[in-house]
């Protein structure tokens, strides 16, 4: 069994900042891709950033310059550092590891965190 658990979402001002963090736990083996997805009422999930072991890192055009992925490999964990929000990044923010097991590989997910920004 593996779990995704995330902490930080809240609700917060245009222009201010929230950091997310998702945290890995179980029988993990090793774990690839890590990344930070969101879901808006209404909209499809979407990919807002993801980072490998390596570190090579990957963001959705509309949080370039403001969003920065980062992970501690020895926590699996992953944050997610928001700065400069905007109302239109309101959605519930999901955390997704590639995750290897010693019976099998496949792709976890979180429970999800609100983000809310006001104008």
């Known amino acids: 069994q593996v779990h995704l ?11 201010g900042s929230l950091r997310l963090s998702c945290a890995a736990s179980g029988s993990i083996f090793s774990i690839n891709v890590m990344g930070w997805y969101r879901q808006a009422p209404g909209k499809q999930r979407e990919l807002v950033a993801d980072t490998t072991k390596t570190g090579s890192t990957n963001y959705a055009d509309s949080v370039k310059g403001r ?53």
């Open 67 to 119: 969003f920065t992925i980062s992970r501690d490999n020895a926590k699996n964990t992953v944050y997610l550092q928001m700065s400069s929000l905007k109302p239109e990044d309101t959605a519930v923010y999901y955390c997704r590891a590639a995750v290897a097991t010693v019976l099998a590989s496949g792709y976890y997910w979180g429970q999800g965190t609100q983000v809310t920004v006001s104008s």
């Open 5 to 15: 658990v995330e902490s930080g979402g809240g609700l917060v001002q245009a222009g």
